[in-house]
């Protein structure tokens, strides 16, 4: 994995996180451009997979079905919340946004420490 990817994708996805938990506690549903940053994580995430894939070989140490499970589960969630969050029209939409903002950045923490 290249850290610098990593990196941005861990704060990106912190960022989209704060972001959402701030339209929830205002008590406001997720708006457009929410909806657009968490496509846009979902696009990087897409794009950790392509790079994981072609750099496979050059950690041969790694589990790759506890890697790649992260990964899968990882690029699952950011589509599912984002619908649910474009769905609940209350506070519990960005909310669950938020949760899934944090958990995707834990996620890539933990492929971090699983690729090395």
């Known amino acids: 994995m290249i850290p610098e990817l990593t ?3 861990i704060g990106y996805s912190l960022l989209l996180a704060v972001v959402s938990l701030i339209l929830a506690l ?3 549903a ?3 451009w929410t909806l657009v940053g968490t496509a846009l994580l979902l696009a990087m995430l897409l794009i950790q997979t ?3 894939v072609l750099m496979w070989g050059q950690s041969p140490s790694t589990d ?3 890697f790649f499970g992260y990964l899968l589960t990882a690029l699952l969630l950011v589509p599912l919340a984002g619908a ?3 769905a609940e029209l209350t506070r519990w ?3 669950v946004l938020a949760a899934a903002g944090g958990t995707v950045a834990v996620m890539i923490e933990r492929m971090n420490q699983i690729w090395m």
Do not use: Q, T
Request: proline share 5%; glycine share 14%.
């Open 26 to 28: 205002r008590n406001r």
């Open 50 to 52: 392509v790079v994981s």
């Open 30 to 32: 997720a708006g457009r």
């Open 7 to 9: 990196y941005f994708l």
């Open 84 to 86: 649910w969050a474009y």
């Open 64 to 66: 790759g079905i506890l």
């Open 93 to 95: 939409g960005p909310a």
